[in-house]
Structure formats: structure tokens, C-alpha cells
């Protein structure tokens, strides 16, 4: 299983980033998948998941109606699009393969910075 994040960068706040993640050696449209970020000296927050199948989302409070996931099976790619950025978005962004009968992550990839400063 390989997970590839891209996208990332610096923005000013209000700005627009979307991210990307390539995935390959499992079966891609049949896996939840997240983003998932970790700001400087904080834990993990799950920013957004999708289902394989029919494509359901959901997302966390501190990001409802500013981010949109999305997943393209036949290219075996997920991606966040992120708009109206503040500067606590400021984190690494993970894109990462859920292990739903086991409630976790099970693969995840390298990570991409999203800084939001002026």
C-alpha cells in the first residue's frame, strides 16, 4: 500500500488549496478514506472522510462548508479542496486508508504542510 500526498503549500488566509493523495496496492474504491492533520504541538484531527462506495462524507465542525472531499476510483485519488483558509488550518495534512471493522487507520502517507499565513 502506498499513499502520496501533494498539494500542500503557503497561503494567505482566504486563500484556496487542494490537495491530493495517489494511491495504489489495495483495492482503493472499496475503502473509507480521510484526511487527516496534525497542527504544531496538537494531537490528530480527522478533517474529513468518504466512502468507496457511494461516495457518502463527512466532516469535522471546525471545517463544515469550508472543505470539500472527493474521490476519483478510477484514478485511485482522493482529494480535499480546501477554501476560505484560516490560520488554524495550519498543519500536516495526511491523506489515510480506514480500517473500518477495526475503527482505525490502517496505512497511512508521508504528509503534506499547509501553512496559512500572511
Known amino acids: 500500500v502506498q499513499l502520496v500526498e501533494s498539494g500542500g503549500g503557503l497561503v494567505q488566509p482566504g486563500g484556496s488549496l487542494r490537495l491530493s493523495c495517489a494511491a495504489s496496492?489495495?483495492?482503493?474504491?472499496?475503502?473509507?478514506m480521510s484526511w487527516v492533520r496534525q497542527a504544531p504541538g496538537k494531537g490528530l484531527e480527522r478533517v474529513s472522510s468518504?466512502?468507496?462506495?457511494?461516495?457518502?462524507?463527512t466532516y469535522a465542525d471546525s471545517v463544515k462548508g469550508r472543505f470539500t472531499i472527493s474521490r476519483d476510483n478510477a484514478k485511485n485519488t482522493l482529494y480535499l479542496q480546501m477554501n476560505s483558509l484560516k490560520p488554524e488550518d495550519t498543519a500536516v495534512y495526511y491523506c489515510?486508508?480506514?480500517?473500518?471493522?477495526?475503527?482505525?487507520?490502517?496505512?497511512w502517507g508521508q504528509g503534506t504542510q499547509v501553512t496559512v499565513s500572511l
Open positions: 496496492g489495495f483495492t482503493f474504491s472499496s475503502y473509507i
Open positions: 489515510a486508508k480506514y480500517l473500518a471493522g477495526w475503527g482505525t487507520w490502517d496505512y
Open positions: 468518504i466512502n468507496g462506495g457511494d461516495g457518502t462524507t
